[in-house]
């Protein structure tokens, strides 16, 4: 199928392989090469579509970003074409992160302009939190570290993303990792007030409170990934996590599994609802993410099965460790439990220099032998048992 991108085409819906729409008669191929399939996103500066580039012989799917302004006013309609520009030069740098979709063209096909980005085979965490359920603490700490990164990558390059939320996550099927996504014309509108554009940026359940009165900042962005986190741990909307009467987060009287203090720390910070009390960078979450992980971790990794712990026999002078084995014959053990037996209770007579050994009269059982002799002969019945 053919879609066509005349926004006023009343049957956009054409047969594979048509060049020209059947019902307005706009030419379907972009720059002869890309054929748009179907809408697939829509906001208040255009449109989102999936589609192919038939210049390509694999043919491989790509996302085509129509800029089409529902503004009024020709001063408005153009500031928003020069911001739309200069996202074409932002993305074409931000697209060089391998958790960012790269840009493969920017043009204009009169009387639109258009973005052509890199094609994510993967399910967004919205759909993701529908098909298996809540997030658990490791998911989160897993989000949180795939993302915080890209965002220090982003705010270097002086952007701001204004939108996080679940449906701008996609989890890459072929890697599992997290990729940032729509970073449209609505993003970077900083220098031009948001009323001018009759919409606000972001989505209100995700968004800063400085960034719905037009002043978003870096620590914007922090505060939108922490809301989302929220939501991905108790499927509510975050507008039922804030109590509004007493003017606090409530999000753990929702949690469907624990999560720790150290995260719970990390997560109140990242959602003040005041700025200066906020993170005010990614690499400031990211140090206590590290910070708290370490700490966390556990001095020793846990090992598959429990050792079997030797037996020790204590005497004034040592410690002897008596390690039982899998004897091959029952013979050895013998032999080697009397020679054992030989070493603590016959110790061997000093020797004085040129002499021949002194003789001595063995002495009377001790009650250290006593005790020796017991655990040998517990020993020995254990083996004989086998």
Request: aromatic share 8%.
């Amino acid at each position: 199928m053919s879609y066509c991108l005349n926004p006023n085409c009343s049957q956009p819906q054409n047969p594979q392989g048509t060049k020209f729409c059947l019902s307005c008669g706009s030419k379907l191929l972009l720059k002869e090469r890309y054929r748009t399939i179907q809408p697939i996103g829509q906001g208040g500066f255009g449109r989102t579509f999936l589609a192919i580039d038939e210049d390509k012989p694999s043919k491989p799917s790509c996302v085509i970003k129509q800029f089409f302004p529902q503004a009024q006013g020709t001063k408005t309609v153009k500031k928003a074409s020069e911001l739309f520009n200069q996202e074409a030069v932002r993305l074409d740098e931000l697209g060089k992160h391998p958790q960012i979709p790269e840009l493969l063209a920017h043009f204009t096909q009169e009387p639109w302009q258009y973005l052509v980005q890199e094609f994510i085979d993967g399910q967004n965490l919205a759909q993701e939190l529908a098909q298996t359920g809540a997030f658990n603490e490791a998911q989160i700490w897993q989000l949180l570290n795939d993302l915080l990164t890209v965002l220090q990558f982003v705010h270097e390059r002086q952007v701001i993303h204004r939108d996080i939320k679940p449906e701008n996550i996609i989890r890459r099927r072929t890697d599992g990792k997290l990729i940032l996504v729509d970073f449209g014309a609505a993003k970077y509108v900083a220098g031009l007030p948001m009323q001018q554009f009759g919409t606000s940026i972001g989505s209100p359940e995700y968004v800063a409170p400085e960034q719905l009165k037009g002043q978003a900042v870096f620590a914007s962005d922090i505060y939108s990934l922490g809301v989302t986190s929220l939501h991905l741990l108790t499927q509510m909307s975050p507008f039922d996590l804030y109590d509004i009467n007493k003017d606090t987060w409530v999000w753990r009287q929702y949690l469907t599994s624990k999560v720790s203090d150290a995260l719970g720390k990390i997560l109140d910070k990242m959602i003040e609802t005041v700025p200066s009390r906020r993170y005010q960078s990614a690499s400031e979450v990211f140090k206590d993410l590290n910070f708290q992980q370490h700490q966390a971790a556990p001095l020793i990794s846990p090992t598959p099965a429990t050792p079997v712990l030797p037996k020790v026999a204590s005497s004034n002078a040592a410690t002897v460790i008596v390690t039982p084995v899998t004897p091959s014959k029952s013979s050895k053990i013998h032999e080697e439990l009397a020679e054992l037996s030989s070493e603590f209770l016959n110790p061997a007579p000093p020797k004085s220099e040129n002499q021949e050994p002194i003789s001595q009269k063995p002495p009377a059982p001790s009650k250290l032998s006593t005790q020796v002799d017991l655990e040998l002969e517990e020993i020995k019945s254990l083996y004989k048992k086998q």
